[in-house]
Each structure stands twice: as C-alpha cells, then as structure tokens.
C-alpha cells in the first residue's frame, strides 16, 4: 500500500441525521445524509472534538465541487493530484495506490500528522508536514465537503475535501 498527501499552502452502517448547510434545503437544515458524507464529517469531526474545537458542517456546494473535480483527475489527468492553491477554499487530498480507502480512513491518514504537530509553539516536527492535519482542525473552517474516484487502471483511489472558510493561515494557530 501506498499512500501519499498533498499538502496545500494555505465504516458507520447507518446514515445519520446531521447539520447540513449549503445545501438545497438551505443553511441549518436537518436531512439525512449519504453514507459517505456522514463518514467523513463524523471522522472529521472526531478529531476537531479532540481539540476543543466547533464540528464541521456538511455542505453540498463544496461537495459537489470536489466530486467534479475528483472525477476530472481520474477521468482526464489519470488519478494524479490536483492544484488546491489557486482555489478559494482550503483543501486536502490523499492518493492510496492498491486498496480501496473508506472515508474514515482517508480522514485518518490526515490526522496522522498530528503526532508531528507542537500546538504549543505551532511548528511542526522538521523533515515532516502538518497542513492536512492543521487544516482538519481548523477552528475558523465551518463547512466541509468531499468526495473520491476509483481509479480502475492502477488500482487506486483519489480522496479530495474542502474547507470553507480555507485554514492555515500564517502566523495563526489552528486551534
């Protein structure tokens, strides 16, 4: 198994009812959400409890927009990573080369990195990054959506999130 981040600058049986915003019901509405959006913002959420910090929102507008962009790199740029720079929400992503990943998994694998992260200090270990992990985390960021491809031909699969409002700011902690 390989498993690779991207580092930007800047398995649950039941669908669960939560908070959705952006959504076509509208902001703060209660509906059910799909099996892997719950995974998601249940993982992503998880590990926000864990620091004190407000849980995510599920929003449909970012998760539309990963999905047309997890699909556009499997089906155009052959799985590969996607710029997240340019855009205007914060963003990560995971490529896991041989294995399906679950979307508990991908989130996990970004919170890894907080075993290299000093809160106290707010650097991370050298010779290691922390971006996803602080992005996770990110007290400011209120909504999140994601999506993921299978990429049939290599046998591997493109996780994307984003975070709106984007976290890791300069010279700001997270939490």
């Not at 959006?37 to 539309?64: C, I, M, Y």
């Not at 997240?84 to 080369?97: H, I, V």
């Not at 106290?120 to 400011?140: A, F, K, L």
Request: net charge positive; with cysteine.
């Amino acid at each position: 198994m390989k498993m690779v981040d991207c580092y930007p600058v800047f398995l649950l049986a039941a669908v669960a009812t939560l908070q959705v915003s952006g959504s076509a019901q509208g902001a703060g509405s209660t509906v059910a959400l799909p099996k892997a959006a719950s995974e998601f913002l249940n993982a992503h959420n998880e590990a926000r409890a864990t620091v004190g910090v407000q849980p995510l929102n599920w929003s449909d507008k970012l998760a539309n927009a990963t999905s047309l962009l997890v699909r556009y790199q499997r089906n155009k740029m052959g799985c590969q990573f996607a710029n997240l720079t340019a855009g205007k929400y914060g963003g990560n992503q995971l490529w896991a080369s041989g294995m399906t990943v679950t979307p508990r998994m991908a989130v996990e694998e970004w919170v890894k990195e907080k075993n290299y992260y000093n809160h106290t200090d707010n650097t991370c270990v050298p010779n290691h990054e922390c971006g996803v992990y602080t992005q996770v985390v990110w007290r400011n960021s209120l909504e999140l959506g994601c999506a993921q491809a299978t990429c049939v031909k290599d046998q591997s699969t493109l996780t994307i999130c984003f975070y709106n409002p984007p976290g890791n700011v300069i010279g700001q902690s997270p939490y």
